[in-house]
């Protein structure tokens, strides 16, 4: 049976590699950009009526990861991580379309990341590629060796992350270079722009919000 797809033109996606400096650039929006609805599962932007997704994240991140193969398999871990693909789906379609939306990364990257761990062909996936589908993805690239960096040498990462039993430089590398081809691969059939990350959060943010905008005109 065919993925019916359906547009909401109301909203867009950033998404990119582990540490590209995507929560930075949606913390710049919030404070540089009002007019902007910005929804994603980090705590900084949920409601507090939607407290609980915050704290699932986190008891995923503490007591599930580190145990990923072991004491949690990996369709229980994609199970809980389909809490947030579905919570993000609910706030976009609780939006308004004509308002300016922001959304953090929406399935594609859980989607990659899930493939990754082993699910390859999970019937969840037919049913988050049936969610409305953003007007453009601005693909926020940060070179591996950066991300290293910025994860504190591998001090801030988890198993979702690299690939071995420990992070270290080639394992992240080695990983986050195959999430990029997957979710570069799963947003194919949409306008998607590339952004290189920069240095500078507040330039960066800019030149998104210019892809953005231009669009509208």
Known sequence: MPIVRTTHPGFSVLLGP???GKSSVMSEFASSSPSWRLISTDERFLQPAHALIGRLRRDVAVDVLP???TDY???FTASLLQT???HLRDRIEASDPSSPTLVDSYYYKILAKCRLAGLRDNPMYTWW???PQPRRVVFLDVSTATAWRRSGNGAATNRLEYYGDRP???GFAAYQTKLRRLMLDEISHLPVTVIRAQGDIAQTAQAIRKVLSDEDR
């Open 168 to 170: 270290d430089p080639k």
């Open 129 to 131: 590629r049936s969610f």
């Open 84 to 86: 947030a693909v579905v």
């Open 67 to 69: 145990s990923l193969g």
């Open 73 to 75: 398999s990996p369709e």
């Open 18 to 20: 582990d540490y590209a």
